[in-house]
């Protein structure tokens, strides 16, 4: 008989932690894409993305992307946040790892940033290491910068987004300083939980005299669950 009550608080204490745990802020997006890759041609993927984001210093977030190039990445991204009246302060230790023309891509570095009502800004270090499958000597590339710039065009509608991007460190698209992004993405909720999501993007996919007529360009249609 005495093992009811602690029974009974042990399942109160677990349907306290669930409701807890999910009233915490996150979401999951399912999207298919397709493109245009001046050196691959035509090309489709698809990608999961998820994010999660305690009451109080601890976020996460990651995503999984398959491209028919073939390229298989992972991106993983924890991190520690602190909340102002005016906005969010955050750092992010950043792992991504990828597989493409059977070599290994193995990237790890720090991000900092900071986000606002309107706009947010990340800027970062990485190293990567390019690793052929068959074991073979690699390369590294030792200093690399990330960064990313963005503008919310509608901060104060519930049912709408509409952001205007500037990256080359999006998660699964982690790229050298002189190959950024420019994204324009948007969603509609007709739930208040489940959205419907979109975006185009267009990427420099070369270098100097290169650089000027070689790109990559692609489109993006799926769905967000946030809770």
């Not at 001046?38 to 992307?65: K, M, N, P, V």
Request: aromatic share 14%; with cysteine.
């Amino acid at each position: 008989m005495m093992n009811i009550p602690r029974r009974a608080a042990a399942i109160l204490l677990m349907v306290t932690i669930f409701t807890e745990a999910i009233a915490q802020e996150g979401g999951v997006k399912a999207v298919g894409m397709a493109g245009r890759n001046a050196t691959f041609g035509y090309f489709g993927g698809t990608e999961i993305s998820a994010s999660y984001s305690a009451r109080s210093w601890f976020q996460t977030r990651g995503a999984l992307r398959y491209t028919s190039f073939p390229r298989y990445t992972l991106d993983i991204r924890p991190g520690i946040f602190h909340d102002f009246t005016s906005g969010r302060i955050h750092a992010e230790i950043l792992f991504q790892g990828a597989l493409q023309s059977k070599t290994y891509d193995v990237c790890a570095g720090l991000v900092a940033g900071y986000a606002g009502r309107r706009f947010w800004a990340d800027l970062g270090y990485y190293y990567r290491g390019m690793l052929p499958s068959d074991g073979s000597k690699g390369l590294s590339e030792p200093v690399n910068i990330l960064y990313e710039a963005g503008f919310r065009c509608l901060p104060d509608q519930e049912k709408w987004d509409l952001n205007i991007v500037v990256s080359n460190s999006r998660l699964c698209e982690l790229e050298r300083f002189y190959q950024p992004s420019l994204i324009v993405e948007g969603a509609y909720y007709p739930l208040d939980m489940l959205g419907i999501y979109a975006s185009a993007a267009l990427k420099r996919a070369g270098v100097f005299n290169i650089s000027s007529n070689s790109y990559q360009e692609y489109i993006s249609l799926g769905i967000h669950y946030r809770w």
